[in-house]
């Protein structure tokens, strides 16, 4: 019966999809002034969570949705500045050396209100042995150049810090680097730029799964449309410190109409996402550049940055994005059988 429901709300969705996404348009621009004040490294993209949660999960419409919203969902405090680096937290969505709390979810998670199917979801996104982990710390596909800045736990040979050191590196981007008064010789600088490449990397990642997968904004919206109502529930219980409680709860809520929105601008011809991720990319640039260096940088010329810094990472990525994605669903598999994460 349940599942039945849940093929109707799909249905129904579906065919107001024009409808909403004339809605959600005019949202984008507030969700482009959200991810500015993001300031945590997200490994993977929430289009390339979604792809990925696609491939590893059961292929069955009722669990694939809820597995997609439970792969997004550990990044549901990237966005609070002021939640992103609690090491509780941390370890609860990502874990840490010695600590995998996201195991909890898992071991709370009944076969009740899809929970199994979210809490696998959540589990296979984790940064020690998951998802996470191939695009943070260990590439599968390329190797780390010899010169490549080793600094464990900031600066590791994941495929998506990989890409970020080379796209510093370009004489291009490197010259209007400068320009602004941000040098590589300077460690704080250098710190810096890598994580205005990264977010350009991943935006770029993002826009090539769009290419072999225009659904993936599609799915991204019903994801979050159809999630089981239970699942903070879940999360609460799994965590289980009181004090935590009414934070899950809002950014979770938050972090829901967000991946709508962010949905919505995968559903956009290429040219106008991308021109979206830029201007995105543009404002956190300004922002965390002011923040990290006290470095105003006007806005025209942090535009003119972003377009060609999100070109160029397509550029690096496109030959071995895919590959290093179908690498990191083997793993990830692998993985989760071998952690007995199955249902």
Not at 175 to 197: A, T, V
Request: hydrophobic share 45%; net charge neutral; aromatic share 10%.
């Amino acid at each position: 019966m349940k599942d039945g429901i849940l093929i109707r709300k799909v249905d129904q969705f579906k065919e107001k999809e024009d409808k909403m996404r004339k809605n959600l348009l005019p949202g984008l621009l507030i969700l482009v002034f959200i991810l500015v004040s993001a300031e945590a490294a997200f490994p993977w993209g929430a289009a390339t969570h979604a792809f990925l949660a696609k491939k590893i999960g059961r292929y069955y419409l009722t669990l694939d949705f809820q597995e997609i919203y439970g792969q997004l969902a550990p990044d549901l405090f990237n966005f609070n500045s002021e939640l992103s680096s609690d090491p509780v937290l941390w370890a609860f969505t990502h874990g840490l050396p010695g600590n995998e709390g996201f195991m909890t979810v898992w071991e709370k998670a009944t076969y009740r209100n899809y929970q199994k199917a979210l809490a696998f979801g959540f589990v296979a996104h984790n940064d020690v042995w998951g998802a996470d982990f191939t695009a943070h710390h260990q590439a599968q596909t390329i190797p780390a150049p010899a010169d490549f800045p080793l600094v464990p736990g900031e600066i590791e040979p994941g495929y998506v810090v990989i890409k970020a050191v080379a796209l510093n590196s370009d004489p291009t981007l490197n010259s209007h680097f400068e320009s602004i008064g941000l040098h590589n010789d300077r460690p704080e600088h250098f710190r810096l730029r890598l994580k205005l490449c990264h977010y350009l990397v991943e935006a770029a990642g993002d826009l090539i799964i769009r290419r072999v997968d225009q659904n993936i904004g599609q799915n991204l919206i019903t994801a979050a449309v159809v999630r089981d109502r239970k699942f903070v529930e879940l999360l609460v219980q799994a965590l289980n410190q009181p004090e935590y409680n009414q934070a899950l709860i809002e950014n979770e809520a938050f972090f829901r109409r967000l991946m709508i929105q962010y949905g919505a601008l995968m559903v956009l011809p290429e040219f106008r996402a991308a021109r979206a991720l830029a201007e995105s990319a543009a404002y956190f640039g300004l922002n965390l550049i002011k923040k990290e260096a006290g470095i105003e940088v006007p806005l025209e010329q942090a535009e003119t940055i972003a377009d060609y810094g999100l070109k160029k990472a397509i550029q690096l990525c496109a030959p071995d994005y895919l590959p290093e994605i179908r690498k990191t669903i083997e793993k990830v598999r692998l993985e989760l059988r071998n952690h007995n994460i199955r249902y």
